[in-house]
């Protein structure tokens, strides 16, 4: 049973993995604003892997002019840590490539844009009460002030709870 699930993670990872390398993922038009964000920042991610259930914590900081986003599993692993600077995805570190990580920190950055600014960094994307999309199909889910969803596929879900900053 154990097998059957590592391999079906394995397999679900893989998968998308590969699908995340095939699509440009959505990026702010401009250096990322982030208003009204206080960071650094913690987040709880709840994802479903396969069918396991799975946590991880991600940390947003800001970095001069670039942001530095930090996956870790919910033991404190560190899984992928990634700046965002000039329009782009940069190594931080030497963790492998985690492009699965880079979809996520693209959907957070999504999704922690104040509605001011959406129209100005996401030229595309449609904003209603309580939600806002892209062309691409991601959908953001606001439940409550510190607690939300992200909608990246019908198979890819992300719950994402806020978390008071413990440095």
Not at 12 to 18: A, G, K, M, V
Not at 32 to 57: F, K, M, N, S
Not at 94 to 100: D, S
Request: neutral net charge; aromatic residues 8%; charged residues 15%.
């Amino acid at each position: 049973m154990i097998r059957r699930c590592g391999l079906l993670l394995m397999t679900w990872l893989l998968l998308s993995s590969l699908s995340a390398c095939s699509t440009k993922l959505p990026l702010p038009t401009a250096a990322p604003l982030l208003q009204g964000v206080e960071l650094p920042l913690q987040l709880h991610l709840r994802y479903q892997a396969a069918e396991l259930q799975r946590d991880a914590i991600v940390v947003i900081q800001r970095e001069a002019s670039a942001l530095r986003f930090s996956l870790f599993d919910a033991l404190g692993v560190p899984l992928a840590r990634q700046i965002l600077k000039d329009g782009g995805w940069h190594a931080d570190g030497l963790l492998p490539p985690n492009p699965q990580a880079r979809q996520w920190f693209a959907g957070l950055l999504f999704g922690l844009t104040t509605d001011e600014h959406l129209l100005q960094q996401y030229p595309n994307a449609r904003l209603a009460v309580q939600q806002r999309s892209l062309a691409n199909g991601w959908q953001v889910l606001y439940s409550e002030p510190r607690h939300w969803q992200i909608i990246f596929s019908p198979q890819q879900t992300v719950s994402v709870e806020q978390m008071e900053w413990q440095p």
